[in-house]
């Protein structure tokens, strides 16, 4: 059973996106901050604030930078020991949806509300890609064994070559588009949640093979503490589930120490932990506790 272990409060509007790059949590929120956490004090860190001109829906922390998508179109890197701004570009004017980091070929990949996917070099913000995908918002962007998995509003999930950028493959596992993606290390199975909230659970060759009515409304999350998965929703509710989505393991509402509005996303801190947010402008870090094992001796 996860418990929550601390309330995060100091946001002043809902939390829209979260971030942990293995040191620090950072959020974004309506009220035009991104702000960062340290865990060991439970404490908002000042030394790292950053006031936008718009919210940000979407952020991604990681290798000493913070990269900040806002709704005007506006693209930031930061990098965070150092506090400074690497680069801003605002290449569309439309609304960031999610942002990926490809660590080994140093890329931002980035998808906006009208469904333009875009590579930038991490360092300089320089544009190295751009696909006109004419698809709506895109949702999640999934970097995979080479493969690029970009979920979109209106025609399914599409995946790439991350060498040529040719499509290899496109399907459509949730009505209404997928709002995340995931894909198992060991049965090679692509999990999806959307709109339609449901979980979609589709083969290697990208053939759905089961959907799981999962919440009453729109699945904005799913990550993998350990061997279960945790999904969140515009229901308020945090599920977590066990391994192949046969049963659910836990629910957790505001009388379970949850959010008493929309669960806008979870965030996988370890196997043992991670953090949830919302519109109720609250941060909650969940621990699993450990089993109890009783001795006759």
């Avoid at 991104?34 to 940000?56: G, I, M, P």
Wanted: charged share 20%; with cysteine; net charge negative.
């Amino acid at each position: 059973m996860f418990r929550s272990k601390v309330v995060l409060n100091g946001h002043a509007g809902p939390i829209y996106a979260a971030s942990w790059d293995g040191s620090f949590l950072y959020s974004s929120s309506g009220d035009k901050y991104v702000t960062r956490w340290d865990l060991t004090t439970n404490l908002q860190d000042s030394s790292f604030t950053v006031k936008l001109e718009h919210a940000a829906y979407t952020i991604e922390a990681k290798n000493s930078c913070c990269f900040i998508g806002c709704t005007d179109g506006t693209l930031l890197g930061i990098d965070t020991q150092t506090k400074t701004v690497l680069w801003e570009h605002n290449f569309f004017g439309n609304a960031w949806f999610s942002l990926s980091v490809d660590p080994d070929k140093n890329w931002l990949i980035g998808g906006d509300s009208e469904g333009n996917l875009l590579i930038l070099d991490l360092e300089t913000g320089k544009r190295v890609l751009h696909l006109p995908l004419a698809a709506g918002k895109i949702r999640a962007i999934v970097r995979k064994d080479n493969l690029c998995f970009v979920s979109t509003q209106l025609i399914g999930i599409l995946v790439f070559s991350c060498d040529t950028w040719n499509e290899i493959a496109a399907w459509e596992p949730n009505e209404l588009g997928s709002n995340t993606v995931f894909i198992d290390d060991v049965s090679g199975r692509i999990i999806t949640a959307g709109r339609d909230a449901h979980i979609t659970i589709s083969s290697p060759d990208y053939q759905v093979i089961k959907r799981i009515p999962a919440h009453y409304q729109t699945i904005y999350e799913l990550i993998a503490p350990g061997d279960q998965f945790v999904t969140a929703s515009l229901d308020k509710t945090i599920k977590v589930w066990n391994k192949d989505f046969s049963k659910v393991e836990q629910r957790i509402e505001l009388k379970q120490g949850g959010h008493n509005r929309s669960v806008n996303g979870v965030v996988l801190i370890d196997a043992l932990s991670f953090a949830s947010y919302g519109d109720d402008k609250q941060l909650i870090i969940w621990q699993k506790e450990s089993p109890i094992y009783w001795s006759d001796n």
